[in-house]
Every structure is written in structure tokens, then in C-alpha cells.
């Protein structure tokens, strides 16, 4: 008999070598990691879901139900199953409800499976009719409701209400109804404002709801001092003139944003964050914060284009922030391409507190024209004040032309006193749909050379863009619109002196190109030499007409837009000669988010041309 000791031992041995064994047996496949897929990769399915109900409801349906979780879920018990047929019926009235369907009619039935199938969820609704506004309360708290103008604050709320009597009810639009109402209050005067109560009193019988709300205005808040934060390069004084914020006048959003892009745009600041502070000073006088990025002293930007009215060009700018002792900013350029060299410098200072600014500029230019060149000299000084929508300046400008070459007139110069006014009444400073904008100069002053004449000289611009109709394409359930326009420009100048007259060259006018009559090479419509040669000319008319249409891709409105126009313009030293020259032709504009980018194939009726126009940017 073995002793105890050794049998334990045999015992060990023998269960070492049956599990050893084990391993040499067919082994099972190991189940996949996504248990809910079958040995074959297809996904198993525990129920197919159907809905049955009108479209918009039934896609809503389909893709929050609570059951939609649940199909894929292999191992889906009968009784959990049951369990989540339950709860549908609650489920789907909830969802319902989220559109204005209280009273809904629904039907859910189950169906076994079988080996081949797997079981059926039928979910059948009736939606019933859905629940309208019935009546709407607005009710205004705070100060709010105390100030003068509360009838007029409350009876634009009620107007602009997003939600009015008669519409449907959806809980997306009660909801975003109240916080447009809330916006409202946040955008002029009441920056702290909050929503008090809100309530939806639903009649399932009437299907009817009736809605109140109640908004907490807080304090009526004013602009107060602007405190500039980051101020080492420059004044912080300046950055308070530049903001232009219009202390002491109740509190605007839109203001605000004004002030911190025109810190942002004045090439002074990287960055530009305004904050009305509402918890330090009183709401009477409330500080704005400025936290700015200041840029550095030098820029220096180094450029290469190319155009289609004078080929390959090359620019270097610079920009000094403050120059020594005055403080002023000095903008210098040197570009040169086919048809013009040029090196100019305009020197600037800061707004004063009327938002007046003193300036002084400089300017070499060479032009080369069709049979002559002209080397031209320009300066000028005076004050600037931009308010607004409208610019204005006053200056004393000197003028000196030498032209060169076959046919070139005598040499001239000039001294003028001017003025300009233009005013810019656009929806979008850069990439306009409505409104209109006008310029006006007007110059006087006398020739320099030879005997001395006086002069007078005037320029008009106007430009308009006027809705036609609008292009609608439904995008996600919304609908999406955008104007067709029609945009209408036109221009008049003149220099009225006598006949004998030597007139600096830069101080007549020449037309052409990519901004004025296109089909035509830049500045090549002038007055006539006898020898056939073009220069500038006393008398300028120019006009354009141009269809701007949005275009739709497979129904979906895209940035780009069509156009198709014509432009004439005439330049002539008698009133009476002026000849229109006329280009006709179709584009494509690219909405882009520094300006419309502009492709222009246009034919010049009289030049018998195809020419190519590209511009990138609106100005006026």
C-alpha cells in the first residue's frame, strides 16, 4: 500500500497530465469582442423597429426613440424587451410633445421572430392636431420697468417676440423665443438681465398654450471711462481716442463692438477685448475694460501680384507706429509694375477727441501711358475726421508734372485747396447686398508754371446695390435666403479753366480697368492727341449696371454668385466729345471673408478685346 504522502503525489501527477491533455483537444472559437456580432461579422439584431407616422415626425421618431438603442443588442432578454415596450408609449408622447403634439394617437405592437428573423416593433402614430399660441404675456421686472422708455422697450419686445399668437408650439421655439427675448434686453441698456419665471399652460382639448414670461432687467447701464490694460508702446490715452466709445450714453453691444474692431483695425493693437465691468463702479458710469495686445513699432510687409491691366508688380510697405518726437505713424510704400513706379509716404497722427486727424503725405510717381510717360510729384497736409459712415478731409495739395516722349504736353504745376466727403451707407463695409454710397471733391486753386490760371476741380461717385427678388433653397428643414441684386454705379468729374491752361496731368482724368469700364486696359480711355496718343482729359463720365444672382448647387446655396454687366465711361477735353466707351461681359464672385473676389470676362465693344478682370475686395 502507498503511504498517504505518495498517493497525493500520484494524484498531482495524474491531474498535471489530464489538464496537459486537454490542450490537444478541438478548441471552441473564441467569442468575438463586439458580443452583439455573430461568427460571421454580420451584426445580429434583437428587434427591428418600424415607425409609422407623417414625415417630420416620423424621422424625429426613428432617430430618438429610446428603443433605437436597443436593436442592435443581441442578447436582449424577452422580458427586458417588454419592459422597454412599457415605457415607449411614454416616450414617443414626450417626444411628440417637443413639437406641439399633445393629444397623439399611438399604437405599438410587437411580433415574434423566428430562427431566420428576428422579432418586430411596430410604433403607429396619429399625431392629432397640433398645439398653436393661443396668447403670449410679457412681463418686464427691474428697472426696466420703472424707466421713461418701458412702454416702448416692452412694445418692441412684444414685436420682436419669436413666437407670436397663431404659430406652432415646438419646445425649440419656446425656448429660443425666450432667450431672443432675454438677448434683447443684453444688447442696449440692461447687460445683466435674467429670465425670471417662464411658464407654457397647455390645453390638450383646445390644443391651445398659452405663454408667459417675466425677465429681471437689473440695473439700466451707461458707459463709463475707458480703462486700457497693456499700454507699453503706446498711450493709453490714444487707445481711448481711437476706441471712440461714446462715454456717458446708455450701454450698446453694438457700440461696444464698434469700439473694440476700430481698436483692432487702427494697426496699433494685435488684439482688442472690450467688457463693460457690471460688478466694480456704479451702473451710471460702469468702466469698459480694454485688454490690448499692442503691435510692434515696424511692420514691414514685402508683396508680389500680378494684374491684368499692368502685369507683374512688386510693393514694399512699410509701417512705423510712432515716429520720434511726434509720435505720428508714417505709412511708406515703393511698388512698380508695367505701367506705374511709385514711392510715396503719408505720415499721421492720432485722433484728437473730435476724432480730427492732422496729416501730411508725399508722393513720387512715374506713369507710363500709351505714347508718353509722365514723372509726377505730389504733396499735400491738412486734417481727416471719419465719423461714422462718413469721411471727411481738408488739405492744401501741390502738384508737379514732367511728362516725356512723342506727343507729351508741356510741363505743369499747381496749387490747390480741397475738400472730400463721402458717405458710406452699406448693410456690409465689405461685402455689400443693400444700401448706397456718395463722394464728393472739390478742389480750387492756380497753375504754377508759365501764366497762372485758376482752376476749379470736381468729382461725384455714387454706387447702389438694390434687392431684386431672393433665391431660396431649403437647407436641413430651414430655409435659407439670399439676395439677387442689382448694382448700379456711375461717376461724373470735370476741371473747369481755360483753354490755355497747363494742367498737372495727375489733376485730369483718365478711366479703365478693373474698378472703372471694364473690357478696357487700366487708365487707357483719355482725351485724344492729334497724334493719336491718349492723356488725361477735363471732363469724365462713367457707368455701370451689373446683375449679381447667388448660385445653388444640387439645392444648396453656395458663396458664390453670378454677375453679368456693362460699363461705359468717356473722358473728353469738351463736353460735347465725349464718346462712351462700352465693355459688356459676365463674372464670378466669391464671398470671401475679407471681400468679394471677383473674376470678370469682359469684351471692349470699341477696343474689339477679350479682356480678364480679377479684384479681390469692395471699396467705395
Request: charged letters at 20%; one cysteine or more.
Amino acid at each position: 500500500m502507498p503511504t498517504p504522502r505518495l498517493a497525493r503525489t500520484l494524484a498531482g501527477t495524474a491531474l498535471l497530465l489530464a489538464l496537459s491533455g486537454c490542450s490537444l483537444l478541438p478548441q471552441a472559437t473564441p467569442a468575438p469582442d463586439d458580443a452583439s456580432a455573430s461568427a460571421d461579422g454580420t451584426p445580429s439584431t434583437a428587434f427591428t423597429l418600424q415607425v409609422q407616422a407623417p414625415a417630420p415626425l416620423q424621422e424625429l421618431l426613428e432617430h430618438n426613440l429610446e428603443l433605437r438603442r436597443y436593436t442592435q443588442l443581441a442578447d436582449l432578454q424577452p422580458s427586458e424587451l417588454r419592459r422597454l415596450l412599457a415605457s415607449a408609449d411614454d416616450n414617443t408622447r414626450q417626444l411628440l410633445a417637443t413639437q406641439g403634439y399633445f393629444s397623439p394617437d399611438i399604437t405599438i405592437e410587437s411580433s415574434p421572430g423566428s430562427n431566420d428573423a428576428p422579432p418586430t416593433v411596430q410604433v403607429r402614430v396619429q399625431p392629432g392636431a397640433q398645439t398653436t399660441i393661443a396668447q403670449v404675456d410679457i412681463t418686464l421686472r427691474g428697472a426696466a420697468a420703472q424707466a421713461p422708455d418701458t412702454e416702448r422697450r416692452q412694445a418692441r419686445l412684444e414685436r420682436n417676440w419669436a413666437l407670436p399668437v397663431g404659430q406652432p408650439f415646438t419646445q425649440g421655439a419656446w425656448d429660443s423665443a425666450k432667450s431672443n427675448g432675454l438677448r434683447s434686453l443684453h444688447l442696449r441698456g440692461y447687460p445683466s438681465a435674467t429670465l425670471d419665471a417662464s411658464r407654457a399652460d397647455i390645453d390638450p382639448s383646445t390644443h391651445n398654450a398659452n405663454l408667459s414670461v417675466a425677465y429681471n432687467s437689473g440695473p439700466r447701464y451707461f458707459f463709463g471711462p475707458l480703462q486700457a490694460q497693456g499700454c507699453q508702446r503706446y498711450d493709453c490715452d490714444g487707445a481711448r481716442r481711437l476706441a471712440r466709445l461714446p462715454t456717458g450714453s446708455e450701454y450698446s453691444e453694438a457700440e461696444l463692438l464698434d469700439a473694440q474692431q476700430r481698436l483692432a483695425s487702427s494697426g496699433y493693437y494685435d488684439t482688442a477685448l472690450l467688457t463693460l465691468d457690471t460688478e466694480h463702479g456704479p451702473p451710471e458710469a460702469a468702466p469698459v475694460i480694454a485688454q490690448l495686445t499692442e503691435a510692434k513699432l515696424h511692420k514691414l510687409v514685402f508683396g508680389v501680384g500680378v494684374s491684368t491691366d499692368s502685369g507683374a508688380r512688386l510693393s514694399l510697405d512699410h509701417q512705423y507706429n510712432r515716429l520720434p518726437w511726434l509720435g505720428w505713424r508714417a505709412s511708406s510704400k515703393i511698388s512698380v509694375d508695367r505701367n506705374t513706379q511709385l514711392a510715396s509716404s503719408e505720415w499721421v497722427s492720432l485722433p484728437n477727441d473730435e476724432n480730427w486727424r492732422r496729416f501730411g503725405a508725399g508722393q513720387l510717381q512715374r506713369d507710363n501711358y500709351s505714347s508718353y510717360a509722365v514723372n509726377s510729384l505730389q504733396l499735400r497736409g491738412g486734417v481727416s475726421q471719419v465719423s461714422g459712415h462718413i469721411d471727411r478731409n481738408f488739405f492744401l495739395q501741390y502738384d508737379s508734372a514732367t511728362p516725356h516722349g512723342s506727343g507729351a504736353p508741356d510741363a505743369s504745376g499747381a496749387l490747390s485747396a480741397n475738400m472730400g466727403w463721402t458717405g458710406r451707407y452699406f448693410d456690409d463695409p465689405n461685402s455689400p447686398t443693400r444700401g448706397y454710397g456718395l463722394g464728393a471733391e472739390l478742389g480750387v486753386g492756380s497753375t504754377l508754371r508759365g501764366q497762372r490760371n485758376p482752376f476749379a476741380r470736381t468729382r461725384l461717385r455714387w454706387q447702389s446695390f438694390i434687392a431684386l427678388g431672393k433665391v431660396a433653397i431649403g437647407a436641413d428643414g430651414a430655409q435659407i435666403t439670399r439676395n439677387a441684386r442689382l448694382a448700379l454705379r456711375a461717376e461724373g468729374g470735370a476741371v473747369l479753366a481755360s483753354d490755355n491752361a497747363d494742367l498737372p496731368t495727375n489733376l485730369l482724368f483718365m478711366t479703365g480697368g478693373d474698378t472703372s469700364v471694364r473690357g478696357y486696359g487700366y487708365r487707357s480711355i483719355g482725351a485724344t492727341t492729334d497724334s493719336g496718343g491718349t492723356y488725361g482729359g477735363r471732363y469724365l463720365a462713367v457707368a455701370s449696371m451689373e446683375w449679381q444672382r447667388p448660385i445653388a448647387i444640387r439645392g444648396d446655396l453656395t458663396h458664390w454668385e453670378s454677375a453679368v454687366f456693362i460699363d461705359a465711361g468717356a473722358v473728353s477735353n469738351q463736353l460735347r466729345q465725349l464718346q462712351a466707351q462700352v465693355g459688356i461681359g459676365a463674372g464670378l464672385r466669391w464671398r470671401s471673408p475679407v471681400g468679394p473676389l471677383q473674376t470678370d470676362l469682359a469684351w471692349g465693344v470699341q477696343d474689339k478685346r477679350l479682356r480678364l478682370h480679377l479684384r479681390l475686395g469692395f471699396s467705395f
